[in-house]
């Protein structure tokens, strides 16, 4: 049985990161959340001796357009196995002259692009509540992450920022600078956000592997983004996800206290007693304990 402050490890990304050697499918999770389905059916995994939980964000197959994807419901279903520390595995449109197709970001900041369509908050339906959310990655996850990379002697890039827009479209040029000179961005995606925002609502400890596939069109001299382009290198990348995911099993900590895990603690500003019943019963496993 989990205790309180047992770390459990969960991966969002793509359909194939969770087909993983040195791992034993456990059981596919089909869970129903009070804001539908997630993406797909949660595949549990038995890595270290410990079990990891995997979400193709996108479903298997990929299916769904980042802004179409369930991130309340992913996050909602996550939450409610257990999970305690969220890895996100993302391909990236690479910023920067000095990072390279293939290389690895553990990016410390996002820069919201999208356009606001992409249900960002637990909250709502009569609860009113505001989390912190200058620092959107967890450092001691990230740290975890870093080592892992470190271990396995890869090409990483520690800090910098994400772009997160809307999709599903890539940038122009104009826009692709617009980033690069404004907000000094280092990677460019389409999925950061709400995701981000809604794990620290739901006090998971989040961070990113962001994995660069190609230079965004800024990059004149390279070749202007294009699928072909970036599907090679994320099959290459898949194998290094797989390896910075088994380091990860081995290394995270059994147990942690982190503030990630409490920041919902003094969010919430409404009277519980004035709460509607269907909201306090959907809010129950992320907040009951501040409710009741």
């Known amino acids: 049985m989990k205790k309180e ?19 034993q499918i456990i059981q596919e999770h089909e869970i129903k959340t009070p804001f539908g389905k997630p993406s797909d059916n949660i595949i ?9 939980f ?4 996108h479903g298997q197959g990929h299916r769904l357009l980042p802004s179409e994807i369930p991130v309340k419901a992913n996050i909602y279903a996550l939450k409610s196995l257990g999970i305690t520390n969220l890895l996100a595995i993302s391909a990236c449109g690479i910023m920067h002259e000095h990072i390279n197709p293939g290389d690895m970001i553990v990016p410390d900041q996002i820069f919201d692009r999208t356009k606001g369509n992409r249900p960002s908050t637990f909250f709502g339906a009569g609860i009113v509540g505001h989390v912190g ?16 990379i470190k271990i396995e002697n ?32 280092s990677v460019i995606g389409m999925t950061a956000l709400p995701e981000a925002k809604l794990a620290r609502e739901a006090e998971l400890c989040y961070a990113m592997l962001a994995m660069g596939t190609d230079f965004d069109c800024w990059h004149e001299e390279a070749d202007d983004v294009n699928i072909e382009t970036v599907l090679k290198v994320m099959n290459k990348n898949t194998n290094n996800a797989h390896k910075i995911i088994l380091q990860l099993a081995k290394s995270l900590p059994r147990s942690t206290h982190c503030t990630c895990q409490q920041s919902a603690k003094n969010a ?8 509607p019943k269907e909201t306090r019963e959907a809010l129950n496993l992320l907040y009951g304990k501040y409710l009741n």
């Open 5 to 23: 402050n047992d770390v459990v490890l969960g991966v969002l990304g793509g359909s194939g990161v969770y087909k993983m050697p040195e791992s």
């Open 44 to 52: 549990e995994l038995q890595i270290q001796n410990r079990p990891v």
């Open 54 to 57: 995997f979400l193709p964000r």
């Open 133 to 148: 959310f200058a620092d959107p990655f967890c450092n001691k996850l990230r740290s975890h992450i870093i080592e892992a």
């Open 154 to 185: 890869m090409t990483f890039f520690d800090g910098g920022t994400y772009i997160c827009m809307e999709g599903p479209q890539f940038s122009t040029r104009a826009e692709s600078n617009f980033y690069r000179k404004t907000v000094n961005a």
């Open 268 to 275: 919430i500003l409404t009277n519980p007693k004035i709460i």
